[in-house]
């Protein structure tokens, strides 16, 4: 989502107030269409951001630092060469279109002034920042060069005259009455919803603010031209005129969209088409846009981990399911072990009537007169005896083989159960901070290759930042504890629990790790019981189940076998209780939490 014209326009009001005669001190491109002006003004510094990316092309100030890269790409060092030092003259937006021209002068050694033009054109994946030489308009640089094998109207390359993006043929809300709103909007086409027809026809109107004043007018975002009358277009200029040219007067109210945790819409006024939503005000629309634009960055980040780590842990499930198939084949033929000492034995026995030179022999069962006989392949090359030893040599073999293959499919199917527990976190994960506790232990346990060798720990260590606990509180005043991956549930079991709380886990399957602190003098009663049990329950692999088995017992009763596995704990003196799984409503996470 994009800022759409108004929303510039409030952007730009904001800038001009803060950021005229401010001085570039510095000019960073910490992603490939991405920059950021350092601009000082006395006694305050900004950060102003320039995107051209194809989703989120964008301009406002931001709190949020970034890495930038090793070596500035060129375009960077051309900005450095033309604005670093220079001071910021104008802040200019072309007719409600989402073109802003930043114009900027310094002086030079030779005592001349010298002015350059920066533009940022939002338009989707045609955005672009190209820096000007305004008195000739004529391109010094662009973040996206291409010339007229790629675009017929214009080139966008060093030399080049600027050619602006094509003029949109729409009316500028401040030139409508409503003769003339309604005679626009009758242009059609008929089949459109009112939302979108503003969105056409009219300057800086964007989806969200269409389908705002279509709601605000009391009628349906859905509803078509073709159905409408005097009524509904009278309602919708009414809509219009009260929410549009206040906000082109600055008249703005900047608010943040949730849905859940993860803000879903930035609007410079709070949305009746939300409503029921949480919305959030902010205190400018420059904080709004940076604080939607980093959640929606980080929740980008997330979905990527997420997808790397569940495609690590796939990859290895089916490595763990190939290992014990092989072994169980393995383990089959092996299992011919004694037919092979059984033969031998009976060569042995009648080595005086097997003549040398046979193919195969059929001798009586040495251990059972009434099975019938068995036939023996020979190799006629050897004497009955080496023949014998030969079989013999095989029963070795497949007795190694056979114990090798039990421990090997021990093996999987433990690595398995590991595996089933990851899978069920990264289920369960929802902040970039678990995702990495998970990535950590993969690339601790040799899953994943660390990018930078330095970070990982030993087997074993943590890092720096302590596990992000849940925390509940029951009905009855008893805190209950929950980890949703290995290393919370190794940090709450191993290092938070006493040995008097009580610990609980679903029986037999992945998942967290409950606790319910012990209270002095006081006993859980069975409906705290319960509803750490249900926790236990939804927060492991069986959640989709009913009647799950949970486990409970006092924490001294648990331990961690040396060597184990992130997350792996044997426990005695237990009982079950069998319970439903049930979503719990959000908790707030002990990111500190001691004793």
Not at 93 to 98: G, K, N, P, T
Not at 182 to 189: C, F, N, Q, V, Y
Not at 384 to 401: C, G, V
Request: aromatic residues 6%; hydrophobic residues 35%.
């Amino acid at each position: 989502m994009s800022p759409d014209g108004v929303t510039l326009s409030l952007i730009v009001r904001e800038l001009q107030e803060l950021l005229i005669q401010g001085k570039v001190e510095r000019v960073f491109q910490p992603e490939q269409h991405e920059i950021i002006l350092n601009i000082r003004r006395p006694g305050q510094g900004y950060r102003l951001l320039l995107s051209a990316q194809a989703e989120g092309a964008r301009v406002h100030l931001t709190e949020k630092e970034k890495k930038n890269p090793p070596s500035p790409p060129l375009f960077c060092l051309v900005l450095r060469k033309h604005l670093e030092g220079s001071r910021l003259l104008r802040i200019e937006q072309i007719a409600l279109d989402r073109i802003l021209r930043f114009t900027f002068t310094r002086l030079e050694e030779s005592g001349v002034s010298q002015e350059r033009t920066l533009v940022v054109e939002i338009m989707g994946k045609h955005s672009n920042i190209i820096l000007l030489e305004p008195k000739t308009e004529t391109i010094i640089d662009g973040i996206k060069r291409y010339s007229h094998a790629l675009s017929r109207y214009r080139e966008v390359l060093p030399g080049r005259p600027y050619l602006p993006p094509p003029a949109q043929e729409k009316i500028h809300p401040l030139d409508l009455d409503e003769d003339k709103f309604r005679e626009t909007l009758l242009k059609g086409p008929w089949g459109e919803t009112l939302a979108e027809l503003l969105t056409h026809h009219i300057a800086g109107i964007g989806p969200v603010l269409g389908r705002e004043i279509t709601v605000r007018a009391g009628l349906d975002c859905d509803l078509r031209l073709e159905y409408c009358g005097e009524h509904e277009l009278r309602a919708l200029w009414l809509a219009f005129q009260k929410l549009v040219p206040p906000l082109l007067r600055g008249e703005s109210r900047p608010t943040l969209i949730y849905e859940g945790n993860r803000p879903i819409c930035c609007a410079p006024v709070p949305l009746v088409q939300y409503q029921g939503l949480r919305a959030v005000a902010q205190q400018s629309m420059n904080q709004a846009l940076d604080q939607y634009y980093a959640a929606r960055q980080e929740l980008g980040r997330f979905q990527q981990l997420l997808s790397t780590l569940k495609s690590t842990v796939k990859r290895e499930e089916e490595r763990c399911l190939k290992k014990i198939s092989l072994s169980r084949q393995a383990l089959a033929e092996a299992e011919k072990a004694e037919k092979y000492r059984l033969q031998g034995e009976m060569l042995l026995a009648h080595l005086h009537q097997i003549p040398r030179g046979q193919e195969q022999v059929v001798l009586p069962n040495l251990y059972d007169p009434d099975a019938p006989p068995v036939e023996i392949e020979l190799n006629p090359s050897l004497t009955p005896s080496q023949n014998a030893q030969q079989l013999f040599r095989k029963y070795a073999k497949a007795r190694n083989t056979l114990n090798f293959a039990k421990k090997q499919i021990a093996q999987a199917e433990e690595e398995q159960k590991y595996l089933a527990s990851i899978r069920n976190a990264l289920d369960q994960a929802e902040t970039l901070q678990e995702l990495d506790e998970i990535r950590t232990e993969l690339e601790e346990e040799g899953y994943l290759k660390a990018k930078n060798k330095k970070q990982v720990k030993g087997k074993g260590q943590t890092s720096k930042l302590r596990p992000q606990i849940l925390r509940f509180t029951s009905p009855d005043g008893f805190e209950i504890l929950v980890g949703k991956n290995n290393r919370q549930n190794d940090y709450l079991t191993m290092r938070l629990a006493k040995d008097e709380d009580l610990w609980l886990h679903a029986k037999d399957t992945a998942g967290a790790h409950v606790v319910v602190k012990a209270q002095p003098g006081r006993t859980i009663p069975p409906e705290t019981l319960e509803q750490a049990a249900r926790l236990a329950a939804y927060f492991s692999e069986a959640r989709h189940s009913s009647k799950v088995p949970v486990d409970y017992t006092n924490r001294k009763n648990v331990s961690k076998p040396t060597g184990a596995r992130p997350g792996f704990v044997i426990y005695e003196n237990y009982e079950t209780i069998f319970v439903n799984p049930e979503e719990p409503e959000k908790a707030p996470r002990l990111s500190n939490p001691e004793g």
